[in-house]
């Protein structure tokens, strides 16, 4: 059964700084990736998708890695600012099409501060 | 376009009442999804649908019906409320299915319901 969990649950860092957040799975046979960002009593916003064939995506100052063998991703942001406060998940499809379960994680809930 | 939209963004209702959220997209989009957020557990898919007429279980179904009769409406109903329901309820869409490229899913604001 596919688990994904994000560490830390929660981030704070000064405005300015570049930062890391970390997606674990538990099964390495994925179709796809997705990073999303939810602000406080919204929907979902897709960031980035990562298909199992690549290695990154690139949107703006976001990086997304994906390393299926050690069952990581990583969403890279640059020089954070204020506005890039949020909720921060990732979601991993199983199997081998479009159709397979979107497993999420519990997400990191990441403050700039000014 | 107004993407996905979900009504309504607030309910409370009491144990055994049933109620109906509905979720409509204009995107034509074939794929639908209704999935629940509680603190701690993230995201969990109910039901999903691939297409008009077709709709599946996801991880946690029990107490929830769904129909998909248009491409363009996936309501999600509870039969007879619970308070284990409580929970904020996201319907999600995408363009296809099944595709060999990339498919992002669009979700909606979201809708809170509490059970009493």
């Known amino acids: 059964k596919q688990e994904v969990t994000q560490i830390p649950a929660a981030l704070s860092v000064p405005e300015g700084e570049n930062l890391v957040l970390n997606c674990s799975f538990t099964d390495s046979a994925i179709y796809n990736l997705q990073w999303f960002r939810q602000d406080p009593g919204k929907g979902l916003t897709s960031l980035l998708l990562i298909q199992s064939s690549q290695r990154e995506q690139t949107s703006g100052r976001l990086n997304a890695s994906l390393d299926k063998s050690s069952g990581r991703s990583t969403l890279y942001i640059a020089a954070s600012q204020p506005g890039d406060s949020a909720t921060y998940l990732c979601a991993a499809r199983s199997g081998s099409s479009n159709t397979g379960k979107l497993i999420f994680g519990q997400g990191t809930t990441l403050q700039v501060k000014p | 376009n107004a993407g996905v939209t979900q009504t309504p963004k607030f309910q409370v209702l009491k144990t055994g009442q049933s109620m109906t959220l509905q979720c409509a997209q204009d995107?034509?989009?074939?794929?639908m999804s209704w999935y629940r957020q509680d603190p701690g557990m993230g995201l969990r898919l109910i039901h999903y649908?691939?297409?008009?007429?077709?709709?599946d279980q996801g991880e946690v179904p029990n107490g929830y019906n769904v129909s998909r009769s248009t491409t363009e409406d996936f309501p999600l109903r509870l039969l007879s409320a619970a308070p284990s329901q409580t929970s904020v309820y996201f319907c999600?869409?995408?363009?296809?299915?099944?595709?060999?490229?990339?498919?992002?899913?669009?979700f909606g604001a979201g809708s809170r319901l509490t059970v009493l």
């Open positions: 649908s691939v297409g008009a007429g077709i709709t």
């Open positions: 999600a869409s995408s363009l296809r299915a099944v595709s060999s490229g990339a498919n992002v899913l669009t």
């Open positions: 995107m034509n989009h074939e794929y």
